[in-house]
């Protein structure tokens, strides 16, 4: 008897252990379930333009659809705390349920994310717009929005000046000479941030990648090099000529003060993207901002440039996939929340059918360029990495600021290939 009780209660603290080890494993995983059945998704969003707003039509949108789901949201700062955001919460296995992810950056994260390439709710985007954004053939984010990149300028300072809309660089540089000349500071810059990195990539799409899309590529596998790299060379000459038309101390001015810059008419263009127009138009709702695309040093590769942005993928580890899946559905889906996502953000939508209401001139400038061919900046962003682009700002500033001669900073450009991780072969 002694050694059947003995088996027993062995075998039940096996069982036990087992359950503590299963549980603590489980532990990792993010969402949780209440009392009442009600499952809290968490969601890491690194939109930063009416947050408030934007969060209060997903809440109420999910709850009318699902009402068991709630969603808590967490707000982080793209270009300076995505990254290392989400490289600490893989290594805690603590990924959020649900991630918005902008458009390009998936390859770094495909292996943490929910594959949803069988999905129902994928179908409802085209091809091309699901090819832009797949790993090796699978989907692994929805579709949301994409910005448009260009040059965003005063309309009433074009037209009080004649001025004509640029199609070169050389007709750029002369148009920023005239308005000097007349006492307006041509261009916005901030160099504080992300500008010279996100500009970095504006400037390759239609030099760089309009002849060789496969340039990024190229360098990895050492056929190309920034210091011989004429077109490369042309990219950063650019920053010295949008540098030398800035507004005073372009290195001491952030985003947000650049947006009040510009809003204040105290300068005419800015080199930037749609998500620039809320925050300029938030200080300045009377603004009449027109667009162009960014012009080229040849013509026929001056384009609009668009990159998908806002994706949302799901985590590999949550605990409620069903929940993921039908909360992912509802952005694929729904088309009134996402016409008022974007009319709240003004970007442009992924869905097909869902036009923005903006009624704003740039918008209609920036409809009438689609006409003319559009360059997906994603080609560069997913083959020259954010934070390569970043590094090669850094180096781009040191020239500006006298510290690097040109050829010294893109040799560093070069040099700095040995430290980054390519994750696009």
Known sequence: MKRFVSKWFGLFMAIMLVGSILAACGSNSTGGA?????????????????????????QDTVEK????????????????????????????????????????DHPKYTEHLMDLSNEEFMNEFPEDIRKA???????YAVPYTSNFQGVFYNKRIFDENNIEIPKTWDELMAVAEKLESNGITPFTAHFKDYQIGNSFNQFATVEVFSKNPAWGDDLQEGKEAFAKSPEFKTVFEHFEDVYKYSNKDPFGVDFTGA???????????????????????KNNPDLEIGFFPTPATEEQNTKIIMQPDHTFSGSKITKHPEEVKKVLEIF???????????DNVQTDSLIPDVVSNVDA???????NYKSIGAAN???????????Y????????????????????????TDDYKSKVKFSTK
């Not at 059945?37 to 997903?58: Q, R």
């Not at 001139?361 to 409809?367: A, G, H, L, R, S």
């Open 332 to 342: 694929a889906t729904n088309k009134d929340m996402a016409k008022q996502y974007i």
């Open 259 to 281: 947006a009040e810059k510009f809003a204040k008419e105290e300068t005419a263009m800015w080199i930037i993207g749609t998500w620039s127009t809320a925050q300029v138009l």
């Open 377 to 387: 900046a994603n080609v560069g962003n997913v083959q020259i990495p954010w934070p």
């Open 389 to 412: 682009q970043e590094q090669a700002g850094s180096y781009i500033a040191e020239w500006l600021l006298g510290k690097k001669s040109l050829d010294e900073a893109l040799k560093a």
């Open 34 to 58: 209440s009392k009442d059945g009600k499952v809290t998704l968490k969601v890491l969003d690194w939109n930063n333009t009416n947050t408030k707003e934007t969060e209060k039509l997903i």
């Open 133 to 139: 954004l797949q790993i090796n053939g699978k989907d």
């Open 65 to 104: 659809e699902l009402p068991n789901v709630k969603l808590e949201f967490e707000y982080i700062n793209w270009d300076t705390d995505f990254s290392s955001t989400m490289q600490t919460r893989i290594a805690g296995r603590q990924l959020p349920d649900i991630v918005m992810i902008k458009g390009g």
């Open 361 to 367: 001139p740039f918008v209609e400038d920036i409809n």
